[in-house]
């Protein structure tokens, strides 16, 4: 069983940067692939930001040289470095992982963009 736990969000002005950061409850070397999800009010949730299995990390186009991610083993923890946050980024943001062909989900942190 895998417990991931997102923190970080919050209510930030357009042009602001937050960190987000996923704790895991195993060593994240154990997934398959961790990443970020977001689900905008009204909309479907997507991909933000991931490690695929062979390491490599995959963007959305919109959040492409905003946002980065990258993990500390050690830590067990993923992070999400948002910098210059725009109103249509305010979303639900998801830690996932896949492990053992099991999907795991946090339960989501808040963070709007709004002046």
């Known amino acids: 069983q895998v417990q991931l736990v997102e923190s970080g969000g919050g209510l930030v002005q357009p042009g602001a940067s937050l960190r987000l950061v996923c704790a895991a409850s195993r060593s994240i070397s154990d997934f398959d692939t961790v990443g970020w999800y977001r689900q905008p009010p009204g909309k479907e949730r997507e991909s933000v930001a991931r490690f695929t299995t062979l390491g490599d990390t995959i963007y959305a186009d919109s959040v492409k040289g905003r946002f980065a991610i990258s993990k500390d083993n050690a830590r067990n923890a993923v992070y999400l470095q948002m910098n210059s946050l725009k109103p249509e980024d305010t979303a639900v943001y998801y830690c996932?992982?896949?492990?053992?062909?099991?999907?795991?989900w946090g339960q989501g942190t808040q963070v709007t963009v709004s002046s």
């Open positions: 996932h992982a896949r492990y053992r062909l099991n999907y795991f």
